[in-house]
């Protein structure tokens, strides 16, 4: 048994980012009748990730849909760890879901299981593979814990394989479409843009990177359903988006002209609530929730549009 191997692979083609080797909350879910487990994994030494700088370290396990414990690097110096969990009562099927950290460099190494207990990989219920692209927002910053990002919360929510390629920091890159082909999606959710807004790129140039980046999705995923949100509201001193709505209309210009892109405005995705907002741009617990709800309710016509 082990975590997918493809989006990992995926995210590593993203060129010119120190977060594509990040874990990104990967999910390993299965059952067992086991009542004592041991999860080894192995965090890369911080020292080979000098332009890494954030770190999401915290892994989580779940049981039954209950958080059971999490788990973090001991050191920055990191290395193979082994997470322990024994369960109460005599023996019975449980389900299990295992995340990796939002943002750091975690591997899978095993899983043992008591003498004489069983386990079986669980598959996604629906069996719909769903890329969500983006920056820190779909990465998962600002989440308390793995299974709080927003595209964690879809794939529970839905039973879909939703497949996070958020990276922290993300312009848009036309060669990104690339890696995102490479998982075979039956969707794409794209939340990208916010970036361009902070760091000033230039308009012009914004513009044809996000007409470029459709296009080559398009062309490399012939009649994929592309669900593409405009940049969210963020609010205070903090965040220099006072152009944002010209970015905003680049984007719906770029959706016009292709039929297979659905356009969902990013300020409705979260209701334009400070509640929702953890530090007035990446959005909390509740604030992901909303998203993840707002991207099911504008994916599920997507699909139905295109079957």
């Not at 927002?137 to 996070?164: C, D, K």
């Not at 001193?237 to 016009?256: F, H, M, P, S």
């Not at 409705?268 to 998203?291: I, V, Y």
């Amino acid at each position: 048994m082990d975590f997918p191997a493809e989006p990992a692979a995926a995210r590593r083609q993203v060129a010119g980012s120190p977060y594509a080797a990040d874990s990104a909350g990967m999910r390993l879910e299965f059952v067992t009748d086991a009542t004592r487990l041991v999860l080894t994994v192995s965090y890369a030494d911080q020292a080979d990730m000098a332009d890494h700088r954030y770190f999401l370290s915290e892994g989580e396990w779940i049981v039954d849909g209950e958080p059971r414990l999490s788990f973090t690097r001991a050191s920055g110096g990191g290395g193979a760890q082994d997470v322990e969990l024994a369960l109460d009562g005599p023996p019975r099927v449980r389900k299990h879901e295992i995340y990796l950290p939002l943002a750091d460099r975690v591997e899978f190494r095993g899983l043992a299981v008591n003498e004489g207990a069983r386990v079986r990989r669980q598959p996604p219920v629906e069996g719909r593979r769903v890329v969500a692209y983006g920056d820190s927002i779909t990465q998962g910053f600002y989440a308390t814990r793995p299974s709080r990002s927003y595209p964690a919360q879809l794939a529970r929510a839905t039973g879909w394989n939703v497949m996070n390629m958020g990276f922290c920091g993300r312009i848009t890159t036309p060669e990104d479409a690339a890696a995102i082909a490479s998982l075979k999606p039956d969707a794409v959710l794209v939340l990208i843009g916010e970036n361009d807004v902070l760091l000033g790129t230039d308009l012009a140039v914004f513009a044809e990177r996000y007409q470029a980046f459709l296009e080559e999705l398009i062309r490399r995923c012939p009649g994929l359903p592309i669900v593409a949100a405009t940049p969210p509201e963020a609010r205070g001193r903090k965040w220099n988006t006072g152009l944002i709505e010209d970015y905003r209309q680049a984007i719906r210009v770029a959706a016009a002209e292709r039929p297979a892109v659905h356009l969902v405005e990013g300020p409705e995705l979260l209701a334009g609530s400070r509640k929702l907002l953890a530090d007035g741009l990446h959005p909390n617990d509740a604030g992901f929730e909303t998203l993840a709800r707002s991207f099911e309710n504008a994916l599920r016509p997507a699909f139905d549009a295109h079957p």
